[in-house]
């Protein structure tokens, strides 16, 4: 009988606080011990002298296999958790939408019902809400938490299609999941001036995806943010803002953070490489997002607040489209499907910048796993340490890698990544002891993932 399923020997073992020389050892898919020299049978030795050994990634924000725009996201959940494996990522976060008479569980257990089948690393649910049926959510929302759904996301924008909810939808809700241990996330714009600033455009004849960004620019992003903090600090409540974008809403969030209030900012790998200028690129509409990439002063506020600590997670807001679908809107910005790829290089990027020296690697485990862990309840994920789940990753900090649709694992047919070369790159990916990607290639199995069950936050 062998002692352990699995020891790493040899790595580098990077927390959020530090890094240091250790063995890892897992059994039944737990991490079992750790010690700088561990001598024992396992059924697999894997030697990682010289390379990193991190916590999987947990991406709080995809969208898989969603309705939007006319269309459905391209990423089916086994294509798009299979991405996720190849980079690093062992959790993903979807965003199943209510409508109007949907019930929480209702349509939480149809995403399951797919994912029990498709999943090929573990997952977690926000689930959005876009009507109160009278009452009921509220009321269901406790059942919801109780099954480790803690999490609920409201949209100040998407008015035509259904989605949006008004101040005081939004104030129930977060009073409601306050009570609950839960948290609101939101995604924040104001609906009422892009509505202006489309009509204006398109009366114009300004129809490329420049105007996409003209028609959501900063302060329109911001205006929500602030509104958003607005509540949060008066009701006492926590607040995840979802891919942050724009530097007058960031300082708005920071504001309050040192005012003490209970609120989290996330932002995606895009906004830290693109700026607005990709929109007046020939494949601009490739790019189109919502909220779109800002300026570079935007830009340079998010990074800012990547090395202070005042941003706590980078997730990627998933949700491609293929450029065939991106091309319906050629002449009309209003019929782009909003929305990028991301999943496969979310770990990736932000551990290449802490490769180049940008933050630390510790920052980079930081953000992209240990602090989603804890603000959403992932008590078993986010750090190696014993008793968590072996979600292990091996980094290679001398494997230079440039991003091409060729070697990405997504069913997209493009990447708005393409040629960008990165230094280091994730050579394995375990999902709780599991080998689910090795060296380029996704060696799981659909259906290994499993379903997070989160823990409610603390009053």
Known sequence: MKEFDLIIKNGTVVTSTESFLCDVAVKDGKIAAMAQNIEADAKEIYDAAGKLVLPG????????????????????????????????????????????????????????????????????????????????????????????????????????????????????????????????????????LIDYYTEKFLSEGKTSAWYHYMSRPEFVEAEADKRAVHWAKHLDAPLYLVHMADKEGLEACIEAKEEGADVFVETCPQYLEFTCDVYKREDGRNFVCSPPMKGQESQDALWKAIKNGMIDTVATDHCPFQSYEKDWGKDDFTKIPNGCPGVENLYPYMLDAANSGKITFERAVELCSTNVAKIFGCDNKGSISVGKDADIVIYDKDKDFTISVDNMHSDLDHTIWEGKQLHGYPIRTYLRGNVIYDNGDFVGTPGLGEYVKRSPRKH
């Open 57 to 192: 990634a947990l991406d709080a924000h995809t969208h898989m296999a969603m309705p939007f725009g006319g269309t459905v996201s391209a990423d089916s959940y086994m294509a798009g958790t299979r991405a996720a494996a190849c980079g690093g990522v062992t959790t993903i976060f979807d965003y199943p939408v209510q409508h109007k008479g949907e019930t929480i569980r209702g349509l939480v257990n149809s995403k399951k019902e797919v994912l029990e089948k498709e999943a090929c690393v573990d997952y977690a649910m926000h689930c959005c809400i876009t009507d109160l049926n009278e009452g009921e959510i509220l009321e269901e929302m406790e059942k919801a938490v109780a099954e480790g759904i803690t999490s609920f996301k409201c949209f100040l924008v998407y008015k035509k299609e259904g989605m949006m909810v008004d101040d005081g939808m939004l104030a129930r809700l977060m009073l409601r999941a306050k009570e609950l241990g839960a948290m609101i996330n939101i995604h924040a714009e104001n609906p009422d």
